[in-house]
Nanobody, 119 residues
């Protein structure tokens, strides 16, 4: 059974930085493309950044040049370094496979980690 545990969120001022981590267990981490997603209340969840098994990365336009996704297959851990944060980056951030893990009741999501960018 897959488990994804996100951490590293918090309150940060505009222009600040955060590094999110995602510990994955229950499956062979290295064989899957992984991604960070985010969701603001009242909005749809969006894919922010993804990384393939060959370390190819893709970013949503709003994250390009500011966010960096990486993975450590020896630790089964996914990271998201976020710099130059803006208030519009405020959301709950989730990690998952790309595409997301599916269960009988729909996509599986961890608890996420809250990122709040505010002065």
């Amino acid at each position: 059974q897959v488990q994804l545990v996100e951490s590293g969120g918090g309150l940060v001022q505009p222009g600040g930085s955060l590094r999110l981590s995602c510990a994955a267990s229950g499956s062979i981490f290295r064989i899957y493309s992984m991604a960070w997603y985010r969701q603001d209340p009242g909005k749809q969840r969006e894919l922010v950044a993804s990384i393939t098994t060959s370390y190819t990365t893709i970013y949503v336009d709003s994250a390009k040049g500011r966010f960096t996704i990486s993975r450590d297959n020896t630790k089964n851990t996914l990271y998201l370094q976020m710099n130059s944060l803006k208030p519009e980056d405020t959301a709950v951030y989730y990690c998952n496979r790309n595409p997301p893990v599916m269960t009988r009741s729909g996509p599986y999501w961890g608890q996420g980690t809250q990122v709040t960018v505010s002065s």
